[in-house]
Structures are given as structure tokens and as C-alpha cells.
T-cell receptor, first 115, second 116 residues
């Protein structure tokens, strides 16, 4: 069974540009969540999608958006990039977003560098 | 608000010895889950172990065990018989039961180096 796949693995952009990151969950997993990881702030929750609906959202500006498709694949978009958006963006999938014991399976992330 | 604290930025351990990584948490939810993940240099987060707030026994998964002390709000990870491949970042995380508390909250991590 293939794991969570994130593309691209590395991305270099300049300030003001926009970027789209892609995540394919494990087959059969219907929930996808996104996290931003930086050395100073650690991992911070961006948003969670289930059945094409956003179920939960973190404290990020509106420049950060996402969506989920009918095949559970998800994309996140960051518009008007800022230097502080440089981070590792991790996608995680789970079967269904229920209960406190929901285990997340992560991809290897997309390393975004904003110059 | 929920919070996870990992007070050890870095730890060293000799191969084949045991090591304890500390994690304390704060939450007002009566029902919650605690997780430990490992992140090697490749970047992927790997699930290690889970402890539910109502679980009577400490969780164990192979060489990993969780020392859960509910009254002290601590959930320390114990790795027995350390191996060189255990060198990685280790993150403690918590999830509440409802609403905004369902999102996973993470500690800043502990970098573990296993020496041969």
C-alpha cells in the first residue's frame, strides 16, 4: 500500500508569487490535514479536510487556502508569498477524522523556500 | 487552551541503553489522546505510540513505552535498547475530543542522538 505522497519535494519561490502543493493520501483514507513546520514555531495546524469539506482551520491568514477533491487528494495554496512562509509543509491522512485516537500518516513534506 | 511542552531540546544516549524523553501537557478536555512521533532527517513523521486519557495501562509498542502520569499531566516516551537508527527528532502531540481541540497540538521536539 503506497504511503502519503506529497509533490513537489522541494520548491523555491520569490516573494509575492503563489504556490500550490499537492497531497495524495493513502488509498482508502478520506481525511487530509496540513501542517506547517518551522524551526522556531514547530508544527502548526493549517487545516483539515474530510469528504471535500473543510472541518477545521488553524490560525493562519487567508493567503493560505486548501481544497480536497472527490478522490480525497488535496491541494493547498499560498498566495502572495512572504519570506516567513519558508517552511516544511506536511500533509497527513487518516481513515476518518473521529475520536481522540485517530492516527495520522504523514508524507515526507514539501520544503518551500521563499527568496 | 491546549499546550504541549518538551523541555529537552537535545538528548544523547549510548547504543543499547534506555532513554526517556519528557513531555508535559495542559488541557481542559476530560478526554484526549497523546501521541509520539519520530521524524528522521528524511522529514516524514512516523507514528510511534498512542495513549488515551482513560487508558488504565501505559501503552507499549515494541521498544517504545509511554510513562503516562495523568495527575502530573506527563506522557514521557521511553525507548529501550537504543539503536543507531533511533537518532531523529521526537515529537509529543495531543488531540482533544471536540471542536477546535480536535486539531493535533505539537511540542517543539527533542533531538535524540544515539552514540555507537
Amino acid at each position: 500500500k503506497a504511503g502519503v505522497t506529497q509533490t513537489p519535494r522541494y520548491l523555491i519561490k520569490t516573494r509575492g508569487q503563489q504556490v500550490t502543493l499537492s497531497c495524495s493520501p493513502i488509498s482508502g483514507h478520506r481525511s487530509v490535514s496540513w501542517y506547517q513546520q518551522t524551526p522556531g514555531q514547530g508544527l502548526q495546524f493549517l487545516f483539515e479536510y474530510f469528504s471535500e469539506t473543510q472541518r477545521n482551520k488553524g490560525n493562519f491568514p487567508g493567503r493560505f487556502s486548501g481544497r480536497q477533491f472527490s478522490n480525497s487528494r488535496s491541494e493547498m495554496n499560498v498566495s502572495t508569498l512572504e519570506l516567513g512562509d519558508s517552511a516544511l509543509y506536511l500533509c497527513a491522512s487518516s481513515v476518518v477524522p473521529e475520536g481522540t485516537n485517530e492516527k495520522l500518516f504523514f508524507g515526507s513534506g514539501t520544503q518551500l523556500s521563499v527568496l | 487552551a491546549q499546550k504541549i511542552t518538551q523541555t529537552q531540546p537535545g538528548m544523547f544516549v549510548q547504543e543499547k541503553e534506555a532513554v526517556t524523553l519528557d513531555c508535559t501537557y495542559d488541557t481542559s478536555d476530560p478526554s484526549y489522546g497523546l501521541f509520539w512521533y519520530k521524524q528522521p532527517s528524511s522529514g516524514e513523521m512516523i507514528f510511534l505510540i498512542y495513549q488515551g486519557s482513560y487508558d488504565q495501562q501505559n501503552a507499549t509498542e515494541g521498544r517504545y513505552s509511554l510513562n503516562f502520569q495523568k495527575a502530573r499531566k506527563s506522557a514521557n516516551l521511553v525507548i529501550s535498547a537504543s539503536q543507531l537508527g533511533d537518532s531523529a527528532m521526537y515529537f509529543c502531540a495531543m488531540r482533544g475530543n471536540a471542536g477546535n481541540n480536535r486539531k493535533l497540538i505539537w511540542g517543539l521536539g527533542t533531538s535524540l542522538a544515539v552514540n555507537p
